[in-house]
T-cell receptor, first 114, second 113 residues
Framework: DAGITQSPRYKITETGRQVTLMCHQT?????MFWYRQDLGHGLRLIYY???????DKGEVPDGYVVSRSKTENFPLTLESATRSQTSVYFC?????????????FGSGTRLTVV | AQRVTQPEKLLSVFKGAPVELKCNYS??????LFWYVQYSRQRLQLLLR??SRESIKGFTADLNKGETSFHLKKPFAQEEDSAMYYC???????????????FGKGTKLSVIP
């Protein structure tokens, strides 16, 4: 599904740097999500958003910031990257409030913090 | 709080053998459960929804409220089924805001030729 795109696909950054991961969807889905995927932990929710200008913390929000000024964009910023934030990050969107139809995921961003 | 447990990190089966990927949950009320699949280095894709009672790629999953399980089954495994599988459910509360899924830790299925 090309309707949700993440950029960049791969990113290497240094400890302490700020880095922003982009997520863009073309369906005008109200709901958007950021997850990180790590071996042994599965998928953990970082932040989510019900609409433009409405965001909430998930399970592991520390060290991350999000914004949603437009419905179609949901960038995730690591304010000061740490090695523990090395992970694969997935953005997802949904157009159903009660998730009966599940999510559609982006292709992911593989972030390495050195 | 709701919880999803996938007890097996890795499951290896031979091609043609039956497959059962286990998922147990804790939830108050009637859960809406999902199975997602992730093929190597690809995005997660929705495989099954409990609510639709469908069969996709030969996989089925039945909700067992007594055992609080939603195991994923396939009678004959194929090599192309090798992937990571995640079970997921939404939060307990209903109404506005009840939309973020909780995922299990996943089970890696390896089908041996």
């Amino acid at each position: 599904d090309a309707g949700i795109t993440q950029s960049p696909r791969y990113k290497i950054t240094e400890t302490g740097r700020q880095v922003t991961l982009m997520c863009h969807q073309t369906w005008s889905h109200s709901y958007m999500f950021w997850y990180r995927q790590d071996l042994g932990h599965g998928l953990r929710l970082i932040y989510y958003s019900a609409a433009a200008d409405i965001t909430d913390k998930g399970e592991v929000p520390d060290g991350y910031v999000v914004s949603r000024s437009k419905t179609e964009n949901f960038p995730l910023t690591l304010e000061s990257a740490t090695r523990s934030q090395t992970s694969v990050y997935f953005c997802a969107s949904s157009d159903q409030a009660n998730t009966n139809y599940g999510y559609t995921f982006g292709s992911g961003t593989r972030l390495t913090v050195v | 709080a709701q919880r999803v447990t996938q007890p097996e990190k890795l499951l290896s089966v031979f091609k043609g053998a039956p497959v059962e990927l286990k998922c147990n949950y804790s939830y108050s009320g009637s859960p809406e459960l999902f199975w997602y699949v992730q093929y190597s280095r690809q995005r997660l894709q929705l495989l099954l929804r409990h609510i639709s009672r469908e069969s996709i790629k030969g996989f089925t999953a039945d909700l067992n409220k007594g055992e609080t399980s939603f195991h994923l089954k396939k009678p004959f495994a194929q090599e192309e089924d090798s992937a990571m599988y995640y079970c997921a459910l939404p939060p307990n509360r209903s109404g506005a805001g009840s939309y973020q899924l909780t995922f299990g830790k996943g089970t890696k299925l390896s089908v041996i030729p």
